[in-house]
């Protein structure tokens, strides 16, 4: 059952454009998500979060969206550069009691800004 | 600066061995997590841990083991490795509730 879903596996977007990820979730039990870039051969970095009482996060060329009553959340990239080439992950936490701030991923998209 | 570190960035083993990875944090975090992550798949739990000597199953326990003797190293163990553990390991570190883990840079384990 897979409750964090990034349903483009790939996005390849022209230099200077706008890059659009998305990510579906199903858990209403989550209160707070993230975006993590991961370069090959490195771990994951945090890039941007977003806490359920809000509905948009900006952070330099980095916004993130969030449509509670769709479950949605996305991360739009302006202008992309071609140093945003990565896989990118969603994560959810689960605000449950036992949770200890536990993430759940989804399975990543990779995007390929051509220069 | 934050850093997690991991024992192995490579490691090459034969099915039914006995396999430690180790991970080690210097920023004092109680939590502490190990992931695989495998393509089309993300990044799966296997197993966390919010205290020294606590753990708790994540979504794919099977197969593995894990140890926190101390707050600082946790370790994944593969009890006997088989080749659908060939996989990319990471671990990853975080203060308690707080959303944001710090990564290694991964283990990468083939098994043959």
């Known amino acids: 059952d897979q409750q964090v879903k990034q349903n483009s596996p790939s996005l390849s977007v022209q230099e200077g454009r706008i890059s659009i990820l998305n990510c579906d979730y199903t858990?209403?039990?989550?209160?707070?998500f993230l975006w993590y870039k991961k370069y090959p051969a490195e771990g994951p970095t945090f890039l941007i979060s977003?806490?359920?009482?809000?509905d948009k996060n900006e952070d330099g060329r980095f916004t993130v969206f969030l449509n509670k009553s769709a479950k949605h959340l996305s991360l739009h990239i302006v202008p992309s550069q071609p140093g945003d080439s990565a896989v990118y992950f969603c994560a959810a936490r689960d605000a449950g009691g036992t949770s200890y701030g536990k993430l759940t991923f989804g399975q990543g998209t990779i995007l390929t800004v051509h220069p | 600066d934050v850093k997690v570190t991991q024992s192995s960035r490579y490691l090459v083993k034969r099915t039914g061995e006995k396999v430690f990875l180790e991970c080690v944090q210097d920023m004092d975090h109680e939590n502490m997590f190990w992931y695989r992550q495998d393509p089309g798949l993300g990044l799966r739990l296997i197993y966390f841990?919010?205290?020294?000597?606590?753990?708790e199953k994540g979504d794919i326990p099977e197969g593995y083991s894990v140890s926190r003797e101390k707050k600082e190293r946790f370790s994944l163990i593969l009890e006997s490795a088989s080749t659908n553990q060939t996989s990319m390991y990471l671990c990853a570190s975080s203060l308690p509730v707080v959303e944001t883990q710090y990564f290694g840079p991964g283990t990468r384990l083939l098994v043959l």
């Open positions: 858990n209403s039990m989550f209160d707070y």
């Open positions: 841990s919010y205290d020294v000597k606590m753990k």
């Open positions: 977003i806490s359920s009482i809000k």
